[in-house]
């Protein structure tokens, strides 16, 4: 091993061990996940950016099979594994790679396989005490590696989902923005969309086929679409059955027949989603444009007031922490909080350490009950980085 491969990684167990000190002193036990996971898992539910950057492979047996992306869905395996009726409270850490498809051969702010270091908080009955405990014991164990300087930024997805359900919107648009929050461009596109109503699909090539289905007779809807596909011929090779497809297509059907978005609503949208800023007077414009729009955010915006409270309680600087609307990170299991530890100007290198409430994520692995959760990971590699680099 090289000399200056062998000091990193030294440094970097050192780095570790610090690390993990704080994080069992204040009572995670430490758990080790498997490195190869189950391909559905992460699939379904890390999202699309991360699904086209995780490893997979099939083993002799047929099985698909995955490198670990990140260590939450694992860690939340083996929370299930030792407790399958998910009524009990758990608190893990954890020290070890990650894996992660790179353009090119990566570099060092985007390695393909990386390091992570990370607590995952299971089954609190005060969800937002729990954020608090999480991020607070995050920001003492950088600070206790040596990192002094950095920004906190984050979200808050809850809000953003209590205000879609609030509006008057078809189920199917609904889903397809909470599904788009993670790609902007997208979102905004499908907002104009929506608005353009039956123009947007106009020239669309499909257009003949979606004038031809009926959402009550599916089967002749199905035989539609294939018949279509068989006389374009167009192979049906990919993720998406011909039923998933007849779905999305119906959906498309629909809107056809449906009055366009309303351009106040989509404003309103798009204004909170411009809602930027320091922590509390994020917050009260948030309360203004939702009080003025008539709309009644009530436990999701006393869960993001209270949060604030615990936070400064904790000893969490908010005169510098900066709220941001559309910031989800990029792992779609998020459903509330999410935050991320930054230095400033230096890019992705700069993200140190970020996390978030992912409520869903273990009744959607085969929990009996939703769970709350809430995690957060540090990029041991480029905190080091950082630290060496004068960001401490």
């Known amino acids: 091993m090289p000399a200056e491969t062998a000091q990193k990684f030294e440094a970097l167990e050192t780095q570790a061990a610090v690390l993990m000190d704080v994080f069992t002193q204040a009572g995670y036990e430490p758990v080790a996940p498997s490195i190869i996971q189950p391909a559905d898992i992460f699939l379904d539910r890390v999202g699309e950016v991360i699904r086209g950057r995780t490893y997979m492979f099939t083993d002799p047996d047929g099985a698909e099979l995955c490198l670990r992306p990140d260590l939450t869905v694992p860690c939340s395996r083996i929370y299930l594994s030792r407790h399958p009726e998910a009524g009990s409270r758990a608190r893990y850490c954890y020290n070890g790679p990650a894996f992660r498809f790179q353009l090119g051969r990566g570099d060092a702010a985007r390695p393909r396989e990386f390091r992570q270091a990370g607590i995952e908080n299971f089954g609190a009955p005060d969800r937002e005490k729990a954020e608090a405990e999480v991020l607070s014991l995050v920001i003492e164990a950088v600070r206790r590696a040596g990192l002094e ?36 461009d997208m979102f905004h596109e499908l907002l104009m969309r929506l608005c353009a109503g039956d123009a947007a699909v106009a020239s669309s090539n499909l257009r003949s086929v979606l004038v031809k289905l009926n959402a009550d007779d599916k089967d002749d809807a199905q035989k539609i679409v294939a018949e279509y596909f068989e006389e374009k011929e167009i192979p049906l090779i990919g993720a998406r059955s011909l039923k998933e497809i007849t779905e999305r297509l119906l959906d498309h059907a629909a809107d056809l027949r449906a009055d366009p978005l309303p351009e106040e609503t989509a404003e309103l949208i798009e204004r909170y989603l411009a809602i930027s800023g320091p922590a509390k007077a994020a917050g009260a414009r948030i309360a203004d444009l939702t009080s003025a729009a008539n709309i009644d955010l009530g436990g999701s915006l006393q869960a993001y007031t209270k949060r604030l409270d615990l936070f400064a309680q904790a000893g969490i600087e908010l005169a510098t922490a900066q709220f941001s609307a559309e910031f989800g990170r990029n792992l779609e299991y998020y459903t509330g909080l999410v935050f991320q530890l930054e230095i400033p100007d230096f890019g992705p290198a700069g993200q140190v350490a970020g996390g978030g409430r992912y409520d869903g994520l273990l009744e959607d692995i085969g929990a009996p009950r939703d769970v709350g959760a809430m995690g957060s990971a540090i990029h041991t590699e ?6 060496q680099g004068g960001g401490a």
């Open 149 to 184: 300087n950095f920004d906190l930024k984050f979200g808050d997805l809850g809000l953003f989902l209590s205000l879609l359900d609030l509006l008057e919107l078809p189920e199917r648009w609904r889903t397809r923005l909470k599904h788009h929050f993670w790609r902007p």
């Open 382 to 387: 480029r905190l080091l980085a950082a630290i």
